[in-house]
């Protein structure tokens, strides 16, 4: 898995990490169907150009987990909560998928068969072989993992060759830049680096896991039209995140 296809040439197969809050567009809660509308066009044009895309989507559109543990919910409720939630964005992603002429398979890390499917992984792979994007929902099934941990474990299980994560920020930077205009913006990083300065990007565990499975991970805005489709064909965008990085 070099950082050099991450960094550059179209990858053979990528998972896409969408959070949920990339659904909302102007709302403050739900799905706009117009956002939706652009991800899965980008992303069922990335998967005519050949690439096999999987998609990891959170829930936080429409219930935050964290959030409601924060007042008091007991954790693991909430963080159940969340799983729902993003079952729905699923639903909402393989039917704009399928409208953008992208055949899409849901499977679920917790069993409802009768909306979607289990998630398994040798099936998952099957599917993407055969031309299909796969939308993984309920994060890993567990509490207390965030969809970015469900992401990378799920990426590392495919044999993916990069995580695109899918954000409101174009990388990876050395402050928060909505408090401190001068932050710097890396182009690429280390894992270690992320971890031990306790950047935000990504959770430690999610970090943690990449690096143990030296795992790319591209970290970029995804509110700029047609940014999805640059970062499923390998253009160097946001932040990119791997190996320690020479200095
Ligand atoms: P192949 O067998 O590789 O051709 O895959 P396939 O997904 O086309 O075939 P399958 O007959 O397994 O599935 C047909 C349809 O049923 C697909 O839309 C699947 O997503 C759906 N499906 C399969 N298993 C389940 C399940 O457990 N629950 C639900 N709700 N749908 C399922």
Do not use: W
Request: proline share 4%.
């Amino acid at each position: 898995m070099s950082t050099e296809a991450a960094a550059g040439g179209v990858p053979r197969r990528a998972l896409l990490k969408l959070s949920g809050e990339a659904l909302l567009g102007e709302r403050k809660y739900g799905i706009d169907p117009e956002i939706a509308r652009r991800i899965a066009g980008e992303a069922a044009e990335a998967h005519r150009e050949g690439t096999q895309v999987a998609i990891v989507v959170g829930g936080g559109n429409i219930f935050r987990g964290l959030a409601a543990a924060s007042r008091g919910m007991d954790r693991a409720t909430a963080d159940y909560m969340g799983m729902l939630a993003t079952v729905m964005n699923g639903l909402a992603l393989q039917d704009a998928l399928e409208q953008a002429g992208a055949p899409t398979r849901v499977m679920s890390a917790i069993a409802m068969n009768e909306i979607c499917e289990p998630y398994i992984k040798r099936r998952a792979v099957r599917h993407l072989e055969k031309g299909r994007v796969v939308v993984m929902v309920a994060g890993t099934g567990n509490p207390y993992f965030t969809t970015d941990t469900a992401a990378t474990l799920r990426a590392v299980e495919i044999g993916a060759e990069v995580i695109l994560k899918a954000t409101r920020v174009d990388g990876v930077y050395d402050a928060d830049p909505e408090k401190q205009p001068d932050a710097r913006r890396y182009t690429r990083i280390g894992y270690t680096e992320v971890l031990s300065n306790r950047l935000q990007a990504l959770d430690a565990t999610a970090v943690s896991l990449a690096m143990d499975n030296r795992m790319p991970i591209v970290v970029f805005d995804m509110t700029v039209d047609g940014n999805i489709l640059r970062a499923l064909r390998g253009e160097v965008i946001g932040t990119l995140i791997s190996d320690e990085v020479p200095a």
